[in-house]
């Protein structure tokens, strides 16, 4: 067993990320740690940063959230070492993921960001993405950041329907 709760955290990290095959957002992984009081949110903040430093989780950051997922190298680190995670906490997790899979995944699944374009406008870019899979992106340019925000807004709620649409449009130019 573990004397080190900072190795442990970092494990149960390791191990939660490698049992989804998604991306988890900081905030998806402050709520299990938290509402299972298992540490604080800067412990854990601090886990997080030190298993990025050392290459074993990858974070990809956008305006409105952070995103993890587990490298190879973090992996093989898990496998090593994931032993020491006592069958408890192995449980806690494992039915935290059963019982929020679904949403977790629809979480993750759509994102809507803006950027500062090099023309003085705004770039919105819109993706919905299946496991690892990029189902579809858009990238539109709009002139101010009100709509910007507007359309990531909306891009959460409609995403599916805007992706059926378009689906249906290709599909239907191909049988012509």
């Known amino acids: 067993m573990l004397t080190e709760p900072m190795t442990l955290y970092k494990l149960m990290n390791l191990y939660m990320l490698k049992q989804v095959n998604f991306p988890l957002t900081n905030a998806q992984l402050t709520n299990f740690f938290t509402e299972h009081e298992y540490t604080t949110y800067f412990t854990l903040q601090q886990a997080l940063n030190e298993l990025e430093d050392a290459g074993l989780v990858r974070k990809e950051a956008s305006h409105n959230s952070t995103r993890y997922d587990i ?3 973090g992996e093989e680190t898990l496998n090593f070492f994931g032993k020491n ?11 935290y993921l059963k019982e929020n899979k679904f949403r977790l995944r629809e979480e993750v699944g759509t994102t809507a960001d803006f950027y500062r374009g090099t023309n003085q406008d705004y770039i919105v870019h819109c993706e919905v993405r299946e496991n690892k899979t990029t189902l579809i992106r858009l990238d539109l340019s709009v002139p101010d950041k009100e709509p910007a925000e507007s359309m990531c807004n909306t891009w959460k709620t409609k995403s599916q329907e805007i992706y059926a649409h378009v689906m249906r449009s290709l599909i239907s130019r191909l049988c012509l």
């Open 85 to 95: 995670i006592s069958s408890a906490i192995i449980e806690d997790m494992d039915q």
């Open 71 to 73: 490298t190879k190298e």
